[in-house]
């Protein structure tokens, strides 16, 4: 049990449905949500990170009538090199795309409202900004949103919520003692196809559930041995991008897009497409805030000594709920998705598309007396709402953290080459100091947590 629900009598599984069952709830918007100096009470939001997934979050904030972008933060001022070639991201880029937008809309050629900011500090400390968006690699999420909970501001965080097990519980602490909303960006809980898996195999249609499969991407080596470190670009500070972690020197294939295949910085695919998997698991068997009690590395496949790269190039690991489930989280064909067998059949997601063992399941209709699922058909729009409402989103930061945890343990599971046992109430491995080690990270001075 997390602290901060136990401090309210509630287990964290109680505290999560609690909070679902209020996302129905009707709400009144007070003024006082919105910062005194939002115009014409807009929710004045933040981007903090300009880079690969800002192509999808910025977007989706400047459709909405009653969002402001005022903000955009990041440590590389722009620059070619993301996920493609052509992608040219960075704060002054990205800046530029928000003032167009808005000049545009707005028929204001001179508009220039978005500010561009090297230090999410100075975004922080802003007091018109009422919501900041953290599209950051996976070591600084939890910092800036502990900090961004301080400053009063509600967060939407990408996945995955954490680095580790200790930053995620860092993250609750700080969202409930502040009473922030926050959002994890695990978008397929707004996925009405998803919705409609989890209504089947909640519902019966495929009789008891025995296993779940969550299916991840694979990935490269990377560069080889021999790799040579390269000049820091102009306008990127390298050493801010690091912050609170371990110096190492600058290689273009270590920052961008690819952070995530360093496990300095991110957990490789089980916390990329793997948390976007895992989370469709824990949604549609009704797990969300528990989290498996054991987990076995079941071959994964790692980069040779020497490679830049030191994530899995193959997941493969068993986890084993306590109520006998069993979740196979690996790299197969035909890539991302979710399969979910019981006694009477299955069924499977991927896609986009949903696949079943027979017709009668497929188009089984769900009654109107049957378990029916809170409904969000856009994950930004259920944020935005929620900071308005102040009810709880539909991916609470309970649900990303107890979803983190299962990408975490089981990388712990492959990483050790053996199996382990997890006791979820005190968030520790079972007599096994060298797994409970690596729950945590050092933090680079001078940041702290």
Not at 54 to 65: A, G, I, N, Q, Y
Not at 112 to 135: N, S
Not at 327 to 353: H, M
Not at 389 to 403: A, D, K, L, Y
Request: hydrophobic share 35%; glycine share 8%.
């Amino acid at each position: 049990m997390d602290k901060q629900a136990k401090h309210r009598g509630l287990t964290r599984r109680a505290f999560v449905k609690a909070g679902m069952a209020a996302l129905a709830a009707p709400y009144v918007v007070p003024r006082t949500v919105f910062g005194a100096a939002a115009p014409s009470n807009r929710i004045s939001v933040a981007l903090i990170g300009a880079g690969n997934q800002s192509r999808v979050d910025l977007p989706s904030m400047l459709r909405f009538d009653d969002v402001q972008v005022t903000a955009i933060c990041d440590v590389n001022r722009g620059s070619y090199g993301y996920a493609r070639p052509e992608h040219f991201l960075g704060r002054e880029p990205v800046r530029d795309q928000v003032n167009k937008f808005y000049a545009e809309k707005t028929g204001n050629a001179e508009y220039r409202g978005c500010e561009a900011y090297a230090d999410f500090r100075d975004v922080l400390a802003r007091k018109d900004i009422d919501a900041v968006m953290v599209i950051l690699p996976d070591h600084w999420h939890a910092l800036v949103t502990v900090m961004a909970c301080q400053a009063g501001k509600d967060v939407y965080c990408q996945k995955p919520m954490s680095l580790t097990v200790h930053d995620g519980q860092r993250m609750i602490q700080a969202v409930r003692k502040h009473e922030r909303i926050l959002q994890v960006g695990s978008q397929y809980r707004s996925n009405p196809v998803v919705r409609r898996v989890a209504e089947l195999v909640r519902n019966g249609r495929i009789g008891q559930v025995q296993r779940a499969v969550a299916i991840v991407n694979d990935s490269g080596p990377g560069p080889g041995p021999g790799w040579e470190a390269m000049p820091v670009p102009d306008g990127f500070d390298y050493d801010m991008w690091l912050g609170p972690a371990p110096d190492a020197p600058y290689h273009i294939d270590r920052c961008l897009y690819r952070f995530r295949f360093h496990l300095d910085y991110s957990g490789g695919q089980v916390t990329n497409t793997g948390h976007h998997s895992n989370d469709i698991v824990q949604w549609v068997l009704g797990l969300d805030g528990t989290e498996a009690i054991e987990y076995e590395d079941l071959g994964s496949v790692w980069p040779p000594a020497g490679h830049l790269y030191t994530t899995a190039m193959k997941t493969a690991f068993r986890a084993k709920h306590a109520n006998g489930i069993e979740l196979i989280c690996q790299t197969q064909d035909p890539g991302f998705g979710a399969r979910f067998e019981g006694t009477d059949g299955w069924v499977q997601y991927s896609g986009n598309k949903i696949q079943a063992s027979s017709d009668e399941i497929l188009n089984s209709v769900i009654g109107d007396d049957e378990i029916r699922l809170p409904v969000s058909d856009n994950h930004y729009r259920n944020w935005l709402d929620c900071i308005k409402s102040r009810q709880e989103p539909i991916e609470p930061v309970e649900v990303g953290h107890s979803t983190a945890n299962i990408c975490h343990l089981g990388n712990i599971a492959m990483r050790l080459k053996r199996k382990v046992r997890w006791n979820p109430d005190t968030e520790t491995f079972i007599d096994d100091d060298e797994a409970n080690k690596m729950l945590r990270r050092p933090y680079r001075g001078p940041w702290v947590i």
